[in-house]
C-alpha cells in the first residue's frame, strides 16, 4: 500500500514571494506521482507529473516538482507566487501500473499582496 | 472538448434518505473513478470502472454503497439508506485507456443531516 504526507495544511505566503509545498510519500513499489491543484468551486487540475525520466518536473503555471527516491518526497516550488495562485493542493501517488490514486490532505496555499 | 460533468453540484438530505449521484466522464475514456472527500481527511478512493465492468471497488465503505455505469457511458453512485458519515465531496474522475492522467469533475457535494 501507498501513503501520501503533506506536512503542511496552510501555507500563506505574499505575492511575489516563492513557496514550496512539501510531499512525502511511502511505498513497497514503484510509484508515479503526481500534484493537483483545486481552485475554488472547481474540480481537481493536473498540475505535474512525475513518470519516469529526469528527477526535475514542470508543469503548468510555473510550478515545478522535483522527485527524489532517497528521501521519498515530491515537493512542489514555484519561484514566485500570484494571487491567483490561492488554491488547494493536493499531492497524489499511485502504483505501476496506476490504477487508483492515493492523496495526500492537501494543502491550502494562501497568496496576499 | 467536454470536461466531466457531475450532478448534482449539492445535496442536502436527511438520515434514512436516498441520494443518487451521477457522473458524465470524458467522451471516449474507458476508466472512470469515484472519490469521496470527507471534511478534513484526504481524498479517497472508492472504485474504479473499466468500461461498464467495476475493475476495483476496495474502496467502497459498505453495501450502502451502489454504483453502476450504464453501457460504459454516464455512472451512477447511489446511497441507501444514508448516514451521517456518508456527508463529504464526491469526485468522479475519467482517463484514457492506458492513460495516466485522470480528470476530475467538479464534485458533488453531499450533506446528511
Known amino acids: 500500500a501507498q501513503s501520501v504526507t503533506q506536512l503542511d495544511s496552510q501555507v500563506p505566503v505574499f505575492e511575489e514571494a516563492p513557496v514550496e509545498l512539501r510531499c512525502n510519500y511511502s511505498s513497497s513499489v514503484s510509484v508515479y506521482l503526481f500534484w493537483y491543484v483545486q481552485y475554488p468551486n472547481q474540480g481537481l487540475q493536473l498540475l505535474l507529473k512525475y513518470l519516469s525520466g529526469s528527477t526535475l518536473v514542470k508543469g503548468i503555471n510555473g510550478f515545478e516538482a522535483e522527485f527524489n527516491k532517497s528521501q521519498t518526497s515530491f515537493h512542489l516550488r514555484k519561484p514566485s507566487v500570484h494571487i491567483s495562485d490561492t488554491a488547494e493542493y493536493f499531492c497524489?501517488?499511485?502504483?505501476?501500473?496506476?490504477?487508483?490514486?492515493?492523496f495526500g490532505k492537501g494543502t491550502s496555499l494562501l497568496v496576499t499582496p | 472538448e467536454a470536461g466531466v460533468t457531475q450532478f448534482p453540484s449539492h445535496s442536502v438530505i436527511e438520515k434514512g434518505q436516498t441520494v443518487t449521484l451521477r457522473c458524465d466522464p470524458i467522451s471516449g475514456h474507458d476508466n472512470l473513478y469515484w472519490y469521496r472527500r470527507v471534511m478534513g481527511k484526504e481524498i479517497k478512493f472508492l472504485l474504479h470502472?473499466?468500461?461498464?465492468?467495476?475493475?476495483?471497488e476496495s474502496g467502497m465503505p459498505n453495501n450502502r454503497f451502489l454504483a453502476e455505469r450504464t453501457g460504459g457511458t454516464y455512472s451512477t453512485l447511489k446511497v441507501q439508506p444514508a448516514e451521517l458519515e456518508d456527508s463529504g465531496v464526491y469526485f468522479c474522475?475519467?482517463?484514457?485507456?492506458?492513460?495516466?492522467?485522470?480528470?476530475f469533475g467538479p464534485g458533488t457535494r453531499l450533506t446528511v443531516t
Open positions: 497524489a501517488v499511485s502504483p505501476f501500473p496506476p490504477p487508483a490514486l492515493n
Open positions: 470502472f473499466v468500461k461498464e465492468s467495476k475493475q476495483d
Open positions: 474522475a475519467s482517463s484514457k485507456d492506458g492513460a495516466y492522467e485522470q480528470y
